[in-house]
C-alpha cells in the first residue's frame, strides 16, 4: 500500500466521522424543526412519520401569543449584555495583556471565579438587591446580572488573542503618531476580530438560554423567552408543537449571528492551534 493511498484512507476514515459525529449533534435540531410543522397527531405516531403534511398552525399559535414579546425582551437583554460584555472585557483584557499589574495572575483567577459561581447561589442576593434598588422585572437588571458573568469569560478568552498580537505592531504604531487609544480601537483590536467574534457568540448564547435568574427576576414585563417556553407546560399537558415552533425561531437569531461572522469564528476556534 502506497502512503497515498494510506493517507487518502485515512482523509477518508476522518470525514466519515466528522460527516457521523455532525449528523448526531445536528439530529435534534433537525427533529425540533420538523415537529414544529408537524400536527399533534402526527407528532405522537409510532412509528414516526417522516412523511407529512406540513403545517404553521403551531407558528400561528405561537406568534399570537406572548411569547413575541417575550422573544423580543430576551433578543434586547441578550444584544445589550454581548455589547457591554464585549467593550468592557476587550478594554480590561488589553489592559491585562499589555501592563504588568501587581497581583495579576490573582485578579485574573478572581475573574474567572465569577464565571464559576453557580448561579443557583446567587439568585436571592440577586433578588433582594434588586428589590432594594425597584429593578425587580426590569431589562436592566437582566442585563446588568448576564453581564457580570459574561465580562469575566470575555476578559479571560480575549486576553489570550491580545497576547498573541505582536507588539512590535504597536511599537510601529506608536513611531507613526498613535496615541495609546488609537493603538488599541485602530490596529490592535481589529487584530482580535476572531476573539471577539468567538467570544460574542458564547455570550449570546448564554445570555439568550438562562433560564434561572430571569424566572426569579422578572414576572411579566421583562420575562424572557426561556421562561415562556416553561409556561407552555400546563395541567392539561405539553404543546410540543408550540414549543417546537418556538425553539425553532428562538434559534435564529444564534444562527443567523453566526453564518454573519462565520470566518472570524473559524478563526477564533482554531485559536492556538494553527501558529
Known sequence: MTAELTTTIKRGIALAVTILITLIFAFPLFWVVISSF???????????????TPTLENYRGILASDFVRQFLNSLIIAAASTTISIILGSLTAYGFSR????????????????????????????YLLFRTLGLLDTHIALVLVYCIFNISFSVWVLKGFFDEIPLELEEAAMLDGYSPPQVFFRVSLPLARAGLATTAIFCLIQ?????????????RAAETAPVGLAKLQTFLGTDWGRISAAATL????????????????IRGMSFGRMK
Open 207 to 219: 445570555s439568550l438560554n438562562e433560564f434561572l435568574v430571569a424566572l426569579a427576576l422578572t414576572a
Open 38 to 52: 408537524k400536527t399533534r397527531l402526527d407528532l405522537f405516531a409510532i412509528p414516526p412519520k417522516w412523511l407529512f
Open 250 to 265: 428562538f434559534m435564529l437569531p444564534v444562527v443567523i449571528f453566526t453564518i454573519l461572522v462565520r470566518n472570524e469564528l
Open 99 to 126: 501592563h504588568n499589574i501587581r497581583g495579576s495572575d490573582f485578579l485574573l483567577f478572581w475573574i474567572l471565579s465569577l464565571r464559576m459561581l453557580p448561579v443557583i447561589a446567587v439568585v436571592v442576593p440577586f
